[in-house]
């Protein structure tokens, strides 16, 4: 757990508005000032009870080219937790007392199972009466196609799209585009490290598709060979 929060947190952190224009609707991404970003203390009180996390995994003061602040929280979720949407709940009435800025909520499913659309809300009512209606951003990575993200011109999905959905088949396939776009983009030597040990860990290939992958490499350009073996 420890390897995969730090991984995701890594990864969101360098390329945070990659990250947002990635997922986020047009309208968000394009009013966004992104000269100016704060990382947030993530420790909240601990009031969510017994073996409930005090601390959430990401938290960031942006602002708009209007100058309106606000925070977007990120949590990164690896099991499948029928209480998300109430964690959810309760963290976006805590961000909101402590820093006193609007919250964006997002979630990031990485599990592989369940495959079924997970929710995105939390209701609740009093003899139908309703009460609560919280709605946050949800990302479930295995909803998502990769072939439909590695053609986008953004860095960041070069690494998620070994969270999203492909076949056994394909696997090599995915782990040699990824490989190609990477050193197409002329990322710091940093940046392209941080994608590459993010793909080494959620697609970690068999010996026998790592044959397969560089007997793939030999039809490649002799240029592109010594970039990606570098």
């Known amino acids: 757990m420890a390897d995969?929060?730090?991984?995701?947190?890594?990864?969101?952190?360098?390329?945070?508005?990659?990250?947002?224009d990635l997922f986020m609707p047009t309208s968000f991404t394009s009013n966004m000032d992104s000269s100016f970003c704060t990382e947030l203390n993530t420790e909240l009180p601990a009031v969510l009870g017994p073996g409930k996390s005090s601390r959430t995994?990401?938290?960031?003061?942006i602002r708009n080219k209007q100058a309106r602040r606000f925070c977007?929280?990120?949590?990164?979720?690896?099991?499948?937790?029928?209480n998300f949407a109430e964690?959810?709940?309760y963290y976006y009435g805590l961000l909101r007392k402590k820093y006193n800025l609007p919250v964006l909520p997002i979630a990031v499913f990485s599990f592989k199972n369940p495959l079924s659309l997970q929710s995105s809300q939390l209701d609740e009512e009093i003899d139908g009466i309703k009460v609560v209606h919280f709605e946050f951003q949800l990302i479930q990575l295995n909803q998502l196609r990769w072939r439909d993200?590695?053609?986008v011109d953004n860095s960041i999905a070069l690494a998620l799209v070994?969270?999203?959905?492909?076949?056994e088949n394909e696997r090599v396939e995915v782990k040699l585009?990824?490989?190609?776009?990477?050193v197409s983009r002329q990322l710091t030597p940093e940046k392209a490290r941080i994608i590459q040990r993010f793909n080494d860990a959620y697609l970690d290939l068999t010996p026998a598709e790592i044959t397969t992958l560089k007997q793939l490499m030999t039809e490649l350009e002799l240029a592109q060979q010594e970039a990606i073996m570098t």
């Open 149 to 151: 993200f590695l053609e």
């Open 4 to 20: 995969h929060d730090d991984l995701f947190k890594e990864l969101i952190r360098t390329f945070l508005f990659e990250f947002l």
């Open 57 to 61: 995994d990401l938290v960031f003061e």
């Open 87 to 89: 964690r959810m709940f």
């Open 162 to 167: 070994s969270c999203m959905t492909f076949t």
């Open 177 to 182: 585009k990824c490989l190609c776009k990477l």
């Open 72 to 82: 977007v929280h990120i949590e990164i979720e690896s099991s499948n937790d029928s």
